[in-house]
């Protein structure tokens, strides 16, 4: 990969977007419009982005102004340690998504074509998105930006098809903001920012990041968020697949087997592109092309274990820990701290991780959603204990 390329906001945003057009995350806005009002989902989408772009903004900064992956920056912050806990986590969290968007894939695949074998299915498509992660983020970049405006007109075309179906949308009883839609919201995205500095290592500039960050969580994610809880409420079918196949358009059949080909070619070059990154940190000799070999096999043996069945639970406890992760590197680059105590940010991360775990197995627990616990507890801890790590230093010296 050619490291010197420069980004501008266009490509930056694209990549994260074509990343987020996955079966995946309009299932999750499909399957929030079951259990909340049209409202509801859009108030929870309006908060989730609103605090995921002010943490992306501060991600931005700091991935211009380091030019380092999450991996490397890992290191600098939470030491050898941390290299390989946090670089883990990353990785399993993007082989994760990975193995999830495959399998769904496949199995949308198989369903309208009988004869489609899914253990073939995953291998070929693991293997060929290899060889395209193989070629770099110019090479992701360009495929992102050819497929999502065919992915998107794709579903705004079913939501328009099925919107005359059902006459009570705007009519039905509001309710809120639900925590536990909120929790799944945060807990599908946020390792997107803990990655924003793999991608915007690349940018142009200071300015070129905070543009692609303000696409991305204003308009992108939201855009596919809101359109699958557009397609939940409109259709009259009971799974997304039968949704996205129900328009009656000559075609449409093999057009929608082609998008969902499109979905996790593109969400998954960006999935196994971070989990290389990921990996090469734990492992700094391994070669590009060898780490992608390794990912790949991760990927397919994770595949198999049928993640979706547990998909919430998935999100939430992996987005705990990487919500611990970057709150405890975005505070130190707040504080523009250089050289951290590493047991300072160890003990912050610890301590967030599982005051959000206890929230995700006891939710009567939480303060408010596990994720957002993660945060605020690191945070916090870390504060505090810089500043009376500093106090001490202060006093012994008077």
Not at 39 to 57: E, H, K, R
Not at 100 to 121: A, H, K, R, W
Not at 179 to 184: E, G, I, K
Request: net charge positive; proline share 2%.
């Amino acid at each position: 990969m050619n490291t010197t390329t420069k980004q501008n906001w266009i490509t930056l945003s694209t990549i994260q977007i074509g990343g987020a057009i996955c079966l995946p995350m309009i299932l999750i806005g499909f399957e929030l419009s079951k259990t909340n009002s049209l409202m509801g989902c859009l108030f929870s989408i309006a908060i989730a982005n609103s605090i995921l772009f002010a943490l992306g903004m501060i991600a931005s900064k700091m991935s211009v102004s380091f030019k380092k992956t999450t991996g490397q920056l890992a290191v600098s912050y939470f030491g050898l340690f941390g290299r390989f806990l946090f670089a883990g986590v990353l990785f399993i969290s993007m082989c994760g998504w990975f193995s999830i968007q495959t399998e769904i894939m496949v199995q949308d695949v198989s369903q309208l074509i009988n004869c489609f074998d899914p253990l073939y299915g995953i291998i070929i498509l693991s293997l060929f998105i290899g060889v395209i992660n193989v070629f770099g983020i110019s090479s992701i970049a360009r495929f992102s930006n050819a497929t999502v405006p065919l992915m998107i007109a794709t579903l705004v075309i079913v939501v328009a098809s099925n919107f005359s179906l059902k006459n009570d949308l705007f009519t039905e009883k509001t309710n809120y903001v639900q925590t536990t839609a909120l929790s799944l919201l945060l807990s599908s995205c946020i390792a997107c920012i803990f990655d924003f500095p793999t991608y915007f290592r690349h940018a142009k500039d200071k300015k070129e990041a905070y543009k692609a960050t303000g696409i991305i969580f204003f308009v992108g994610i939201p855009l596919i968020e809101i359109l699958g809880v557009l397609i939940g409420k409109t259709t009259l079918e009971q799974s997304l697949i039968e949704a996205l196949s129900a328009v009656k358009m000559p075609f449409w059949n093999i057009w929608i087997f082609l998008f969902i080909l499109l979905c996790g070619l593109s969400t998954n070059t960006a999935n196994l592109y971070s989990a290389v990154k990921g990996l090469q940190c734990i492992f700094t000799g391994l070669s590009e092309q060898k780490a992608t070999l390794v990912a790949v096999i991760f990927c397919i043996g994770l595949s198999f274990l049928k993640i979706t069945s547990h998909l919430t639970l998935f999100l939430e406890v992996i987005g705990t820990f990487i919500a611990s992760q970057s709150a405890c590197m975005l505070i130190l680059f707040l504080m523009e701290e250089k050289v951290p105590k590493k047991t300072h940010v160890m003990f912050s991360f610890f301590a967030g991780t599982m005051l959000g775990l206890i929230g995700i197995f006891y939710p009567e627990k939480s303060l408010i959603v596990p994720l957002i616990d993660a945060i605020i507890i690191s945070g916090i801890t870390l504060v505090l204990l810089r500043n009376i790590h500093t106090y001490k230093k202060v006093v012994i010296r008077e």
